[in-house]
C-alpha cells in the first residue's frame, strides 16, 4: 500500500513565496511523483478563526484565493482532494476525543505553540481554540489514515504531539485492531526552504509582518519589493566588500537560482558561488543583483499569474470542487471515526439487537 499524504494552509491571505518554496514545491513534487493512494491538501478555515474569531470576513473572503492560489501554482484537482476543514464534521468529533488524552501543560509546552503565543500576545489572553490546535491538527491528520505531512520545520512539535496522541490512545485503549497510521513529516531540504526570510530581513516571510512576496502580485509589485528588499548596510559603494550573512537578496538567490538562471540572465558568472564571491570581494553592485534575482522570480510567477487570471473566472466552479471534495472526505473519515469508537467502546449502535 502507498502513502497518504495530507497538507494544507490557514485561509488569512494569499499565500506567498515562503509558502511556495517551503510546502507548494513540495507537494508539487509529491503529486508529480504519484507515489501515493490518496493525496489531501486542507484549507484549514475552522483553525484560523482560533485567533481571528471576530474577522470572519477575512478567512471566509480568503478561501477562495487560497484555492486559487493552489490551483494557479500547479495543484491538480484530479489528483489532490482540497477540501474545507470546516465541511468535514468528523473531524471535529474526533478532536473531542483526542481532548482527552492531552493535559492543558502539555500543549503550553509544545515549542510552536509556545512561540506563536509570544508572535500573537496572547500570553494572558490565549483563546481555547488556538491552545488546543494541535490536538486539532492531530484529528485533521489521522482521520484519513495519513502517513506522510509536508511541513517546514517549524511544524515537526506539532507531529511530535500528534504521534504521542497515537501512543496514549492505544495505551489506553488497546485497540484489537490498529486505527491510527503513525504519520511521518516531510520538511524542506535547507533551513532556507523551510522558513524563507521577510524583505525586511528580520522574521520569516509572513503575510500579517508586510515583508511578503505573494503569488498574486503583480510584475511591477515583485520588482518594487525586490528592489527594497534588506541587503547589506554596508554595502554603499559598489567597490565595497559586501557580506552574504543576513542579506536577503541571496537568501533568495539561495532558495530560487539555479545554474541555468546564468545562462538566461546573467551570463558573465557560471554560478551563484561566483557571484558570491565577487560581491563579497567588491565590485559588484546591489541593483545589479536585485535585477538578476526579480528576472528569476518573474519567471516563476509569470504562469501562475496567467493561469490565475483564467481561475477568477472560474469562482464558482471552484467553490463547487470544494464542497465536492469536503463530501468525499467527510465520507473518508468516517470510516475511522467509526473505527475508533468501536474500539473505545462508545460506539453505541452497537449495543442494539440485531
Known amino acids: 500500500m502507498k502513502d497518504v499524504i495530507l497538507t494544507g494552509d490557514r485561509p488569512t491571505g494569499n499565500l506567498h513565496l515562503g509558502h511556495y518554496v517551503g510546502s507548494i514545491k513540495n507537494r508539487l513534487r509529491l503529486q508529480n511523483e504519484g507515489n501515493y493512494d490518496k493525496f489531501y491538501i486542507m484549507i484549514a478555515d475552522t483553525q484560523a478563526l482560533t485567533d481571528n474569531a471576530e474577522r470572519v470576513d477575512k478567512v471566509k473572503n480568503n478561501i477562495i484565493q487560497v484555492s486559487i492560489d493552489y490551483l494557479s501554482a500547479g495543484i491538480d484537482p484530479n489528483k489532490v482532494n482540497i477540501f474545507l476543514q470546516s465541511q468535514v464534521p468528523e473531524l471535529f468529533e474526533m478532536t473531542s476525543y483526542f481532548m482527552n488524552l492531552v493535559t492543558v501543560s502539555r500543549l503550553q509546552r509544545n515549542p510552536t505553540i509556545k512561540e506563536e503565543i509570544k508572535q500573537r500576545g496572547f500570553e494572558k489572553t490565549i483563546p481555547i481554540g488556538f491552545l488546543n490546535y494541535p490536538v486539532s491538527q492531530a484529528a485533521d491528520i489521522l482521520a484519513f489514515g495519513t502517513t506522510l505531512v509536508p511541513v517546514g520545520d517549524d511544524q515537526l512539535p506539532m507531529i511530535e504531539q500528534c504521534r504521542e496522541i497515537v501512543h496514549t490512545f492505544n495505551n489506553i485503549y488497546k485497540p484489537k485492531t490498529p486505527v491510527f497510521k503513525m504519520p511521518k513529516a516531510i520538511v524542506p531540504q535547507s533551513q532556507i526552504l523551510s522558513r524563507l526570510p521577510g524583505l525586511d530581513g528580520k522574521i520569516k516571510m509572513s503575510k500579517s509582518a508586510g515583508n511578503a512576496i505573494f503569488l498574486c502580485d503583480d510584475e511591477k509589485t515583485v520588482k518594487e519589493k525586490i528592489m527594497s528588499a534588506y541587503t547589506d548596510p554596508d554595502h554603499i559603494k559598489i567597490s565595497d566588500p559586501g557580506k552574504i550573512e543576513g542579506n536577503i537578496v541571496f537568501a533568495y538567490l539561495d532558495a530560487f537560482c539555479e545554474d541555468e538562471h546564468f545562462k538566461k540572465y546573467l551570463p558573465e558568472y557560471k554560478n551563484l558561488n561566483e557571484l558570491k564571491s565577487h560581491y563579497q570581494k ?73
Open 282 to 354: 567588491g565590485g559588484l553592485g546591489d541593483v545589479k543583483v536585485k535585477l538578476f534575482l526579480n528576472n528569476i522570480i518573474q519567471e516563476l510567477l509569470t504562469p501562475i499569474r496567467e493561469k490565475r487570471k483564467v481561475l477568477l473566472t472560474q469562482i464558482d466552479e471552484i467553490y463547487q470542487m470544494l464542497f465536492d471534495n469536503s463530501k468525499k472526505a467527510s465520507n473518508e473519515a468516517k470510516i475511522i471515526l467509526q473505527h475508533m469508537k468501536d474500539e473505545m467502546g462508545i460506539n453505541y449502535m452497537n449495543l442494539l439487537k440485531k
